[in-house]
């Protein structure tokens, strides 16, 4: 069926040559000039696509691949079989390697478009760097050590569809750690229950399962740079095993601590930036962290640093309330929404020798970038790290200094 370009519609099937990877876990294709963003697919190649959805005003349209008529040499064989299905994942049908460029094209071209970031000026490999896989043998597969699981109105746990409430019925994740035991969950009936939260330690090989939305009250027990760190059941762990580690290697490294340096540590979560400064440098740590359970942990992983005191109050108020501050280095690992012109104005108003800002998404970092410069910071620095193996997210390192 030929389709003109003005009726293109939801259910039309048509031919395109795939363009440029974008944020998302999507790529980019046009069609008589209209912009279609596609999933389960790679730059370069020829597919046929049926149009899902349409992006409001008409913008734009969403599509899945139905046939890729001229593949990649990058694409491969998913190794789950629910790769399509599940909304989980967005590149296993890529090499791991082409997975990791696209994510580091990514990261620059948002702090490109939205961060006016000039790259002459910034030390980046220009890579996202991969972590030490649990099994050689399995790369990118069996990190996740948190995973939620919906459940359908019959009980049945199971993942969800991509941009859908659908509940689709697995036996197994591949990117799920073992100690997870998908299997015993998803063969589990659980009537009257929304979703049902698994988190595991593969330190301690405990783990804890959250039924519904509601804390529960066990804590595991996780090793990183050295420390032990309690974290309550449901709260904010990096998922990768090998995250912890990495990002406490980068922040460091970038921030240069010198003993008796004074840090603040905006979304502290449990404390680990606070945790390891604090034992490193014996300075004084302000740990800000408005989730009550995470706070309760941070002042339990922090109790043996006698100049540590922890914040249970937001960051929005805590930079307002304690605009007279001079901290020498200020970290911030903020959630997917970022910090926001209102918290960067005030942390740059404390001048920091450094500022470290750690970002679970690109577009978030690139648009406060764009704040730090309009206050006096400039990013001097990059790491990425692919902590997310067969998804589309990274988790980027940065560093950002007067300028």
Request: hydrophobic letters at 45%; one cysteine or more.
């Amino acid at each position: 069926m030929t389709v003109e370009p003005a009726a293109l519609q939801v259910g039309d099937v048509v031919t395109v040559t795939v363009g440029s990877v974008a944020h998302g876990g999507h790529c980019v294709a046009r069609y008589e000039g209209r912009v279609l963003f596609v999933r389960h697919v790679i730059p370069g190649e020829q597919v046929q696509v049926r149009v899902t959805e349409e992006g409001p005003k008409g913008r734009y349209l969403r599509a899945e691949v139905v046939d890729v008529v001229d593949p990649s040499t990058q694409r491969v064989e998913p190794p789950c079989r629910f790769a399509g299905s599940c909304g989980g994942c967005d590149f296993q049908h890529i090499t791991i390697e082409e997975q990791r460029r696209l994510k580091a094209h990514v990261v620059r071209e948002q702090l490109t478009r939205l961060g006016k970031v000039a790259w002459d000026d910034v030390a980046w490999t220009g890579e996202v760097q991969s972590v030490p896989d649990l099994d050689p043998a399995r790369p990118g597969l069996g990190w996740r050590t948190r995973v939620r699981f919906a459940v359908d109105d019959d009980g049945r746990a199971g993942l969800v569809r991509h941009r859908s409430h659908d509940v689709i019925a697995i036996d197994d994740c591949v990117i799920a750690h073992p100690l997870v035991d998908v299997t015993e969950v998803t063969t589990t009936q659980w009537p009257g229950v929304d979703e049902v939260s698994v988190s595991v330690s593969p330190e301690s090989d405990d783990r804890a399962v959250q039924v519904g939305r509601a804390r529960g009250r066990k804590w595991l027990e996780h090793a990183a740079a050295g420390r032990s760190w309690r974290v309550s059941s449901g709260g904010f762990w990096q998922v990768h095993p090998r995250a912890a580690d990495a990002l406490v290697d980068a922040v460091m490294d970038l921030a240069q601590p010198k003993p008796g340096e004074h840090l603040v540590d905006l979304y502290a979560g449990v404390g680990l930036f606070a945790g390891v400064w604090g034992s490193r440098t014996g300075g004084r740590v302000d740990a800000v962290e408005a989730h009550r359970s995470a706070a309760a942990d941070a002042e339990v992983n922090l109790a043996d640093l006698p100049l540590a005191r922890v914040h249970p109050v937001a960051v929005e108020r805590f930079v307002v309330s304690e605009a007279t501050l001079r901290p020498d280095v200020v970290v911030l690992d903020p959630p997917r929404v970022g910090a926001k012109r209102a918290v960067v104005q005030r942390v740059a108003a404390w001048r920091p020798r450094a500022v470290v800002y750690v970002a679970c998404d690109p577009a978030a970092l690139g648009r406060d970038a764009a704040y730090f410069a309009e206050f006096g910071y400039r990013l001097e620095a990059l790491r990425s790290f692919d902590l997310f193996p067969m998804t589309h997210h990274v988790e980027t390192v940065a560093l950002f200094v007067l300028s």
